[in-house]
């Protein structure tokens, strides 16, 4: 089993929607917890960063945790067409540092 | 700018013929870290390092070499390339106390 797993895609939402990307994690002692957009031949920027149960909000932008069901979410409001790009869902499992360990990215297709 | 360099953005080289991959950040962070990138296997980390002189295997570490002698530089050395290499590579850096990444533009790997 995957350590972190995330639906592929393509997910595909019109302009203006709220787009779901979902990301599920095996070590239930994980503490943090990242989303990185990567736009194609580029590399990955963080956007959002969560560490308690709940949702946290950045403009269009809402991470949400579930530590018991462990999984982690990221909803974008108003989709647009630049947000079209490949998300990185990143744990960060107990007694490992600093080091990420990333899920394999969900495309992201936002059609104007 | 605050920024990671790496060098080259793109090589073709040859099964055997030892290469290395320069990373440089500016920001004076203390974590470096080198990542690989395959389809939809996602960032897998090859090593990492804490500080100058501290450096730890991270997820898939067999044919890579990797040395911190200062703490700006964190290269990545391909003694005996083989085609199971060609990848994407990233090199990325944190502050202390942060779990922020900054990555480099990546460097595309290709042996032939």
């Known amino acids: 089993q995957k350590e972190v797993e995330q639906n592929s895609g393509p997910l595909s939402v019109p302009e203006g929607a709220i787009a779901s990307l979902n990301c599920t994690y095996s070590d239930r002692g994980s503490q943090s917890f990242f989303w990185y957009r990567q736009y194609s031949g580029k590399s990955p920027e963080l956007i959002m960063f969560?560490?308690?149960?709940g949702d946290k909000e950045d403009g269009r932008f809402t991470a949400q945790l579930n530590k018991a069901s462990q999984y982690v979410s990221l909803l974008i409001r108003d989709s647009q067409p630049s947000d079209s790009a490949t998300y990185l869902c990143a744990v960060n499992p107990p007694g490992s540092a600093r080091q990420l360990t990333f899920g394999s990215g969900t495309q992201l297709t936002v059609l104007p | 700018e605050a920024q990671v360099t790496q060098n080259p953005r793109y090589l073709i080289t040859v099964t055997g013929k030892k290469l290395t991959v320069t990373c440089s950040q500016n920001m004076n962070h203390e974590y470096m870290s080198w990542y690989r990138q395959d389809p939809g296997l996602g960032l897998r980390q090859i090593y990492y390092s804490m500080n100058v002189e501290v450096t730890d295997k991270g997820d898939v570490p067999e044919g890579y070499k990797v040395s911190r002698k200062e703490k700006r530089n964190f290269p990545l050395i391909l003694e005996s390339p083989s085609p199971n290499q060609t990848s994407l590579y990233f090199c990325?850096?944190?502050?202390?106390?942060?779990?922020?990444?900054?990555f480099g533009s990546g460097t595309q790997l290709s042996v032939l």
């Open positions: 990325a850096s944190s502050g202390q106390g942060s779990e922020k990444l900054f």
């Open positions: 969560i560490y308690s149960n």
